[in-house]
């Protein structure tokens, strides 16, 4: 019987900004079809970074990378037909008179090749509930409506593996419900991977499959029904109790989160109630 290898596997990927001490070291994990992987951490922890080793912006020190069980350094080159990128802080112009329409068209124009399988425009901002705004223009758009737009051009070349690096930065509780619904679909019905790195620790843990862990070194790597207060008071080296009082407190205000929603602190905070992530998994709406 022959094994289906994981859509992206990693194997002790290291690296150092510099010749600066490494902010990665010996980092491992697997991902199949249609699962997900959350990645959580500190600020200054590696997330992004590793998110763009992936992506191929980054080249790693050491360590290796297998799409579909090939190592990356053995395509032609970096195989970017098997995934599509989401980076952090990506916008949209909202200068010029665009419509969500004549985006998708220009974003699709850009792919040299058209796979049979390949969804129409119309299908795509089905897919991420955004059709009825169609042919409205881009700078009328709320935030959660342009990372829906930003999340169906990169379905455009209907990958195997979906990055996103905080896509629900900047949107209030309601809309990081939608946005991770959305992803959750996607899952489902396309069966993609999806890499998702996010500051909020209780959506993380609901929605993805597996959790990876990441302060330079990597901490955990498994599902998420494992996951433990103590491993993540570990990785932010904070208790997690205050962890979720910074995030409530965020997510109230409606506000972004800051660089100082997830810091190391030495705050002596007392609490009766115990959390950890088996009682975050038992809050699903």
């Known amino acids: 019987m022959t094994t289906i290898p994981p859509i992206l596997q990693a194997e002790k990927i290291c690296f150092a900004y510099h010749g600066n001490d490494p902010i990665l070291k010996d980092i491992s994990f697997s991902l199949e079809a249609g699962e997900s992987l959350g990645i959580l951490g500190p600020n200054g922890g590696g997330k992004s970074t590793l998110m763009?080793?992936?992506?191929?912006?980054?080249?790693?020190?050491?360590?290796?990378?297998?799409?579909?069980?090939?190592?990356?350094?053995?395509?032609?080159s970096y195989p970017f037909e098997k995934f599509s990128?989401?980076?952090?802080?990506?916008?949209?112009?909202?200068?010029?008179?665009?419509?969500?329409?004549?985006?998708?068209?220009?974003?699709?124009?850009?792919?040299?090749?058209?796979?049979?399988?390949?969804?129409?425009?119309?299908?795509?901002?089905?897919?991420?509930?955004?059709?009825?705004?169609k042919n409205s223009l881009i700078a009328s758009l709320s935030g959660g409506e342009k990372q829906r737009v930003l999340i169906a051009r990169a379905l455009i070349n209907n990958p195997k593996l979906l990055l996103l690096d905080e896509p629900s930065k900047g949107l209030d509780s309601n809309?990081?419900?939608?946005?991770?619904?959305?992803?959750?679909?996607?899952?489902?019905?396309?069966?993609?991977?999806?890499?998702?790195?996010?500051?909020?620790?209780?959506?993380?843990?609901?929605?993805?499959?597996?959790?990876?862990?990441?302060?330079?070194?990597?901490?955990w790597h498994d599902h998420r029904d494992l996951l433990t207060k103590n491993i993540l008071e570990d990785i932010y080296h904070c208790e997690f109790e205050h962890l979720l009082i910074h995030e409530n407190d965020v997510r109230n205000l409606k506000e972004p989160h800051t660089s100082e929603t997830h810091t190391f602190c030495n705050h002596d905070h007392q609490h009766s109630q115990e959390l950890d992530a088996h009682s975050i998994l038992r809050r699903k709406k």
Not at 54 to 75: E, R, T
Not at 195 to 214: P, V, Y
């Open 52 to 76: 763009k080793i992936v992506a191929g912006l980054l080249k790693p020190n050491s360590g290796k990378l297998l799409f579909d069980g090939i190592d990356s350094k053995h395509f032609k």
């Open 85 to 133: 990128y989401v980076p952090q802080n990506s916008e949209l112009n909202t200068i010029l008179p665009v419509k969500v329409f004549e985006y998708m068209n220009f974003a699709k124009s850009l792919y040299k090749t058209h796979q049979q399988n390949t969804k129409s425009i119309d299908e795509l901002l089905k897919l991420v509930g955004i059709f009825h705004k």
């Open 175 to 219: 809309g990081q419900d939608q946005l991770l619904a959305i992803i959750e679909k996607i899952k489902e019905q396309e069966k993609t991977a999806v890499i998702i790195i996010d500051h909020n620790i209780t959506q993380i843990i609901r929605n993805c499959h597996k959790i990876l862990c990441l302060n330079g070194n990597y901490h």
